[in-house]
C-alpha cells in the first residue's frame, strides 16, 4: 500500500511539471499576428488582493489566464487591458492556438 501511495504521488507530481512547462511557453501575441491563428476562446482570471501586493495579484491571474490557455491547447494569448474592481484584480486574454513563428 505504501508503495502504491508512492507511486500515486510521483505521477501527481510528475503531471504537474509537465503541465507547468506548458503554460510557460505560451507566448504574448498582438492582434495582427492573432488574425492568423485558431481563436480557441476568452480566458478570464480574478485574484482577491488580500495579502498580496497589486502587483503580485495582477502576476497570480495572468499566470492563471497562461495555464488555462495552454489546458485549451494555445500557443499564444493575446490579453486585454486589465480591471480592477475593490480588492480584486482580474487578468483576460484571448486564447489562440498558431503555426506562426515569433519573429521580434
Keep these: 500500500m505504501k508503495n502504491l501511495t508512492l ?6 507530481a510528475a503531471s504537474q511539471a509537465k503541465s507547468g512547462d506548458l503554460w510557460e511557453s505560451i507566448a504574448d501575441i498582438d492582434a495582427t ?8 476562446g476568452d480566458v478570464v482570471e480574478s485574484k482577491r488582493l488580500g495579502i498580496f501586493f497589486a502587483a503580485e495579484a495582477v ?9 488555462e490557455a495552454a ?3 494555445a500557443t499564444h494569448v493575446l490579453w486585454m487591458p486589465l480591471s480592477s474592481a475593490g480588492m480584486v484584480q482580474t487578468a483576460s486574454g484571448k486564447a489562440y ?8
Design 71 to 73: 489546458e485549451r491547447g
Design 33 to 40: 499576428r492573432a488574425a492568423h491563428c485558431d481563436f480557441l
Design 7 to 12: 507511486a500515486l504521488l510521483l505521477f501527481a
Design 97 to 104: 492556438r498558431c503555426e506562426i513563428a515569433e519573429t521580434d
Design 59 to 67: 502576476k497570480i491571474a495572468r499566470d492563471r489566464v497562461r495555464r
